[in-house]
């Protein structure tokens, strides 16, 4: 079977890719079972390293050229999207990885081919709902929410099946132990709300770290609302982490505090730090419920009194909530703590695996072509 995957080009995609879906897209290439005899091609930045084909625009990334980088990436973003369904008679399914399938779908109608397309962004919002209701009579598309908390926000796409992110377990080393430090890591914008995390050790004056990932139109923001808020002795923080440093600061870290401020697709950095063991604890949006086990693997805190998602151990909610549940980490005697430690990585090794994963989409892609190929002929 040929596929064709296709990314944003924002960024490269290789070994060191720490952004969500560069990382995500990474890893499900190199992971993919040979023997099934699926034959890729990687739509991308030129300079990608993933173990397949690559077809680019340019070998920069957009984010890295600053004509891009400066003004809107959709229009360069679709033009990558035209370079592959140009080349449709070479692919058996297209399986999409821009965002949410909204850039691909003007062009789903032109395409005589199954379109996977795996939601790695956010639905929740009306214009979005209005967006996708133009496109409900489009019957080659085929969409992978990455949680079910995904479906809820536009209830009349045509979901195939909801796949949870795995990883490789081999690459995140288990520390039963961890370190004194808490951790916050992901992109620089207010929905992963970082000067909430900072804000939430400072009351409960334990040492912080984040690991930042820069986003241009949140510059200022970031300068003025997040970093300053982190000069103190306790509050470390850098950007471009690379994947090797991300694994060593989890093991290390005593929690992960990601206090979300919108209904967060997956939450990669979530499992991510459970596989080495480090207890997380957010705000019950988005996936959090599906990916947290209240009380074993972290805690689950309610945003405010007015957004209560479940009877959770913490009542408090809020940043009140948040700082309950990190003393209470703090506060746990070391045999407690180390068997949340045990409980992270179990959770982890049962729920997400590369492997499951990757075992999924092969089905999927199968099921998939075979189900257009009954419509054609219908």
């Not at 890719?17 to 990687?42: A, C, D, H, M, Q």
């Not at 370190?179 to 890591?185: D, K, N, P, Q, R």
């Not at 990601?258 to 730090?273: D, K, N, R, S, T």
Request: proline share 4%.
């Amino acid at each position: 079977m040929r596929v064709a995957v296709i990314t944003r080009g924002t960024l490269p995609i290789n070994k060191d890719s720490i952004k969500g879906t560069e990382s995500w897209v990474y890893n499900f290439l190199r992971r993919f079972p040979k023997k099934n005899r699926f034959k890729f091609t990687l739509f991308a930045s030129g300079n990608s390293r993933a173990g397949v084909p690559v077809y680019s625009l340019q070998n920069k990334a957009f984010f890295f050229d600053s004509l891009i980088r400066n003004n809107d990436y959709r229009i360069f973003r679709s033009t990558l999207i035209a370079s592959a369904i140009k080349y449709r008679p070479l692919f058996d399914i297209y399986h999409d990885n821009t965002n949410c399938g909204e850039l691909i779908l003007p062009f789903a109608s032109f395409i005589p081919r199954p379109i996977l397309v795996t939601i790695h962004g956010n639905l929740h919002s009306d214009h979005f709902k209005k967006y996708f209701s133009l496109y409900r009579n489009i019957n080659n598309v085929y969409f992978i929410p990455i949680s079910n908390a995904q479906r809820k926000a536009v209830n009349f796409l045509n979901y195939y099946k909801t796949i949870y992110h795995g990883i490789d377990l081999k690459k995140y080393i288990f520390s039963s132990q961890g370190g004194e430090g808490g951790f916050w890591a992901g992109r620089a914008i207010p929905e992963k709300a970082p000067q909430t995390t900072i804000e939430v050790f400072r009351r409960v004056k334990q040492p912080l770290f984040l690991a930042v990932i820069k986003e241009p139109k949140h510059h200022l923001w970031l300068k003025e609302k997040v970093l300053a808020r982190a000069r103190n002795l306790h509050f470390k923080y850098v950007f471009r982490f690379k994947k090797r440093q991300m694994v060593k600061q989890y093991g290390r870290s005593r929690v992960l505090v990601m206090p979300y401020q919108w209904e967060e697709p997956f939450g990669l950095v979530m499992i991510e730090a459970m596989a080495c063991g480090t207890p997380v604890i957010a705000y019950a949006r988005g996936s959090v419920p599906e990916i947290i086990k209240d009380g074993q693997t972290g805690f689950i805190i309610n945003s405010s009194r007015k957004d209560r998602r479940g009877d959770w151990i913490i009542k408090k909610t809020g940043v009140e909530g948040l700082v309950e549940a990190v003393n209470r980490i703090y506060k746990m005697p070391k045999a407690q703590y180390e068997q949340m430690r045990l409980n992270c990585r179990k959770h982890v090794e049962e729920h997400f695996t590369i492997d499951r994963m990757v075992n999924e989409y092969v089905q999927t892609y199968k099921e998939v072509v075979a189900d257009y190929q009954k419509k054609r002929l219908a």
